[in-house]
């Protein structure tokens, strides 16, 4: 539309809505509207119908009763009214996106997304009509895209609760309840029809103490809400608290009995009542700190109906001669979902001919389904005997199996740890997560999920299929169906378990790994309380301990396939590959559906140089839990191994739309920005390092730390090493740039380089890791962020050759003295780093892999500390490699016997930078897949100007290193021994190997 349509438009609609009431009407109008804001939708609708009658043709008329007859479920007169009112107004952008949402709910897609996108063209920013779409879009398992536009309906108006809220919900569809939990809370303020009660009392949400207090759990939502939440009560009671549960009367005497309950009353009876805090049953697994994998009671909760109560109920049945069913085809009609989840009971016809004694449990028949019942006389009903949920508990006491739709009935089954099969719709509610057939919630349950949208045939005919396997067994024998849950656990292991959680998430490890060993002690069995027992050890690097404790009972549950995650995840650590490899297998065989373990799966085929099964398992991640932000970052990592860059850089910008606080992705986006040349970017993204689960230790200095943001002169500063020896003599370049601000500089570093790095210039003290907490400064900065401190930018890098000071002349000498005369060409050799680094597996070779070399008419002299295993053989087979390390005591020895070299080649570790520091010409070997450092695509550093890079081109390719390695080396001696001046001879060799002024040591990195 033209800005002179436009014109046309609001001229028209200025006439069509102007008031032409009268008077004597407007407070039907007002009426209507009062009551349809307190949800009376039948009286609103009579007051709207008497005000159209006399004013017939106003546009917000329409739109507000169209949205009362969509909540009467009358929707074909809603949609007529929406459209009336769009005939009216056509550029009320509200008016299309209720249209759009009406669309939504029949199903109607094309039409749907039409509409609210005229909505969103109309009104830019449109934060309700964003939020209807990423529903929509949730609708269709569009995952990706219901984030994307939640968060441009959060960036429009950052405080809508009503957004906020709907995306707490899909967070927790797909697993993240940390984050999902939190946002639910804005369930109160968007306008859900929930009560705030107003209590005077504080709000409990887990953040105080409530030993010796008594606290008021109340029923905040409906009758399965309350049922799957009341498994929390025992934990509050746990925590020292008097718990009143207040709930509706229809399940008070079936939650009256869930231990540590003092007291049950019905709903509205707390204002009479004493308490020191209050917390909504729906808030509790917040204050709880409850995660997927913390989901307390699965195996259920609720204590056994009475005995004479359940007998009652079999003499009613009569005698046992076939599989007896439960069944449940419609919830409460007033539900905002009930269209989507209640099915007509002539849906469940393939059923009924199952040879099985099927039991009504559906209490409040509806009319369409009365007939079809009454036609049925094979169903027993006796559904006017329930007069509460305590004789439907009983009477479930009394089947084999129910089968339900999402409604209380399937909560209360699974709560009993009863057999209970859940019929769900394509676009589920959250509790049932996605594309899984069991629940965290209910062990003993089992999801049936429709294929596609409104396909309820498909599920019915899965659950037929099913159910004559059941009654085909029931017959050769088996005549008690058995419940998936196992035998219930004893209470004070369930709560020790969950005291072990709530101790990990206030930070007190030691406390919570006591706990879960407390709960193992009493229960061995306990898989749960060794799972998380399993990961806090692993997570707290005591990977033989999680194992330990992983292998329950010697042997690990061939059932639980979290187990076998989280002790394959103990294996990898522990580089025990082949165990990793073969306990992830298992962990996917036995459950298919857990994400995170092809994502671990997906880790280590990363480990191994497995790239393409490495996609593999991160993409089925993904189909799995599209908003999985840790599946999307290590799949970035995989393209970025790979060197597809723009994808890397596009599946990291997904990962942090996703969640855009995530630390690793946000670290790993820094790192691929620093390799390709963006310092500015990089060293920002790159402090999220701080932040890493498994990294830098936080020093927790109370003076502030310097990010270059403020004056230093006068001051002292500590500037101190945060990672390896390698990145501290690097970053040590920075310290004259600090002194030269202004500020007293203290060094500390750790102690084989304390004396190396002593005489820096600038440095005014230098100190051994960790001696600084004693000593008094102003302000601090760790090595690591001085680049960013100082704004350096790739061509501003500060080089100067050599930073460090020479090594003392007396030490150079010794050296010499120990390498005896000189009559060859000198090569220092470094072929492994530290095999603790993360990225060891890439970096490091055997020496064997550097063979070709030793061939060549060179001294070759080993500057190898700590050679492994797998080399010293080798080593010991070479004679002819000159190894003096044992005389190696600190860096300060390695630079002096640098000094007495020509030239050292070695791998990417700490050597490579001490030479370049020095100035003295090295040679660094570098996987496919370099360091950020090391950029991309040339054959020099920014950082070193003495330093040649030789690349691998393509991965694992050692072979093409070290050959083109061999061919240089071999050129250099040649050129050595034709020298006529020896006492040039090194010079001249250095002189070589370092590249002239305006070359590609002073150009920026090529993409």
């Not at 029809?193 to 109340?218: E, N, Q, Y």
């Not at 005014?764 to 960013?788: K, W």
């Amino acid at each position: 539309m033209n800005r002179q349509e436009r014109r046309a438009a609001a001229k028209q609609q200025s006439k069509t809505v102007a008031p032409r009431a009268l008077p004597q009407y407007f407070e039907a109008l007002k009426q209507g509207q009062s009551l349809f804001h307190l949800g009376r939708y039948a009286e609103a609708l009579e007051c709207f119908d008497l005000f159209e009658r006399h004013n017939p043709g106003i546009a917000p008329l329409y739109q507000t009763r169209g949205l009362c007859l969509q909540r009467l479920g009358r929707f074909a007169e809603a949609q007529a009214d929406f459209e009336r009112s769009i005939a009216l107004a056509p550029l009320e952008a509200e008016t299309h996106k209720n249209l759009g949402t009406l669309h939504s709910r029949l199903g109607r897609m094309e039409q749907a997304f039409a509409c609210i996108d005229r909505a969103i063209a109309l009104r830019p920013n449109f934060p309700a009509a964003l939020t209807e779409k990423a529903r929509a879009l949730w609708s269709m398992q569009l995952l990706d895209e219901a984030f994307a536009a939640l968060g441009a309906a959060l960036s429009a108006d950052p405080v809508n609760a009503h957004t906020i809220w709907h995306l707490a919900l899909l967070q927790m569809l797909t697993g993240d309840f940390e984050r999902g939990l939190l946002g639910r809370e804005a369930r109160w303020k968007a306008s859900l029809g929930l009560v705030d009660r107003g209590f005077s009392a504080p709000l409990w949400l887990g953040d105080t103490p409530i030993a010796g207090k008594t606290m008021l759990l109340h029923a905040d939502e409906g009758f399965g809400d309350s049922i799957q939440f009341a498994r929390y009560a025992p934990m509050v009671a746990a925590l020292g608290a008097q718990v009143i549960l207040e709930v509706p009367p229809p399940i008070q005497p079936l939650l009256q009995g869930i231990s540590g309950v003092a007291a049950c009353i019905g709903r509205s009876a707390a204002a009479s009542t004493a308490f020191d805090l209050h917390c909504p049953l729906g808030s509790l697994p917040l204050a709880l700190a409850t995660r997927l994998d913390t989901v307390p009671f699965a195996d259920g909760y609720l204590p056994a109906p009475p005995a004479a109560r359940v007998r009652a109920w079999e003499d009613r049945l009569g005698a046992r001669d076939r599989l007896r069913v439960g069944l449940v085809w419609s919830g409460n009609p007033d539900h905002n979902n009930d269209h989507n989840r209640s099915i007509a009971f002539n849906t469940l016809a393939p059923l009924l001919d199952c040879d099985v004694q099927f039991v009504s449990l559906q209490k409040g028949v509806r009319d369409q389904d009365r007939a079809f019942l009454a036609e049925r006389g094979d169903i027993v009903d006796l559904t006017d005997h329930l007069t509460d949920f305590s004789e439907t508990a009983a009477l479930i006491g009394c089947l084999d199996l129910v089968i339900a739709v999402d409604t209380s009935v399937a909560h209360l089954a699974g709560a009993l740890g009863a057999p209970v099969w859940t019929m769900l719709p394509f676009n589920p509610d959250w509790r049932w997560l996605l594309h899984r057939d069991d629940s965290p919630w209910y062990r003993s349950m089992r999801l049936f999920r429709q294929p596609k949208r409104d396909d309820w045939a498909s599920v019915v005919d899965c659950v037929r299929r099913e159910l004559d396997g059941l009654v085909s067994e029931w017959r050769s024998g088996a005549r008690q169906l058995q419940s998936k849950a196992p035998i219930a656990k004893p209470l004070d292991a369930v709560v020790a378990n969950y005291l072990g959680h709530m101790h990990r998430q206030h930070g007190r490890t030691d406390e919570a790994v006591l706990h879960f060993q407390r709960a193992l002690q009493l229960y061995p069995q306990y898989l749960e309380a060794a799972n998380s027992c399993g990961r806090l050890l692993f997570s707290l690097g005591r990977y033989a301990e999680a194992l330990e404790c992983l292998d329950v009972a010697g042997k690990p549950d061939p059932n639980f396939a979290l187990l076998h995650q989280i002790r394959g995840d103990c294996l990898q650590e522990m580089k025990r590959f082949e165990e990793a490899e073969a306990a992830y297998e298992m962990s996917i065989a036995l459950d298919p559906s857990l994400a995170d373990t092809h994502n671990k799966f997906g880790v280590l085929h990363v480990k191994l140089g497995r790239m393409d099964q490495a996609l593999a398992c991160f993409d089925r991640a993904l189909e799995l839990q599209p908003a999985f932000s840790g599946a999307l970052s290590n799949r970035a990592l995989v393209l970025l191994n790979l060197q597809l860059l723009d994808e890397a850089f596009a599946t990291f910008g997904r990962s942090l739309t996703v969640d855009p606080g995530n630390a690793v992705a946000t670290y790993n986006l820094a790192t691929l920005q620093l390799l390709t040349g963006d310092f500015e970017q990089g060293w920002l993204g790159r402090e999220a390092r701080w932040k890493l689960p498994v990294g830098l230790l936080n020093r927790g200095f109370s003076q502030p730390v310097w990010l270059g943001d403020q004056p230093i002169e006068g001051k002292t500063i500590l500037l101190h090493a945060d990672e390896g020896f390698g990145d501290a003599i690097q970053f040590a370049r920075y310290v004259p740039m600090v002194a030269a601000l202004g500020a007293r500089v203290i060094l500390e570093v750790q102690a084989p380089i304390q004396q190396l790095l002593a005489e820096v210039s600038g440095v005014a003290m230098c100190v051994g890791r960790p001696s600084a907490a004693s000593l008094p400064f102003d302000l601090h900065c760790p090595l690591g962020t001085l680049p960013l401190a100082l704004k350096t930018r790739l061509d501003t890098i500060p080089s100067p050759e050599p930073y460090l000071p020479g090594p003392p002349v007396a030490r150079v000498k010794a050296w010499e003295d120990r390498l005896g005369g000189r009559d060859r060409f000198r090569v220092g050799l470094v072929w492994s780093g530290n095999p603790a680094h993360k990225n060891d597996h890439d970096r490091s070779i055997t020496l064997e892999t550097l063979a070709p070399l030793l061939d060549c008419d060179v001294q070759i002299v080993s500057l190898q500390k700590g050679p492994r295993d797998r080399d010293k053989a080798f080593l010991d087979e070479r004679p002819d490699i000159v190894d003096l390390t044992d005389h190696l005591t600190d860096f300060c020895d390695t630079a002096a016997l640098i000094g007495c070299l020509d030239l050292v080649i070695t791998v990417d570790t700490s050597v490579a930078h001490l030479a370049g520091a020095l100035g003295a010409p090295v040679w660094t070997m570098l996987p496919f897949n370099p360091d950020w450092r090391w950029l991309l695509h040339r054959d020099d550093s920014p950082w070193y100007r003495s330093m040649r890079l030789f690349r691998q081109p393509k991965r694992d390719d050692w072979a093409s290193v070290v050959d083109s390695v061999r061919r240089e080396l071999e050129h250099l001696a040649s050129a050595w021994r034709s020298r006529d001046v020896a006492n040039d001879e090194g010079l001249a060799a250095r002189a070589a190997l370092s590249p002239p002024p305006g070359t590609a040591a002073t150009a920026p990195a090529r993409p």
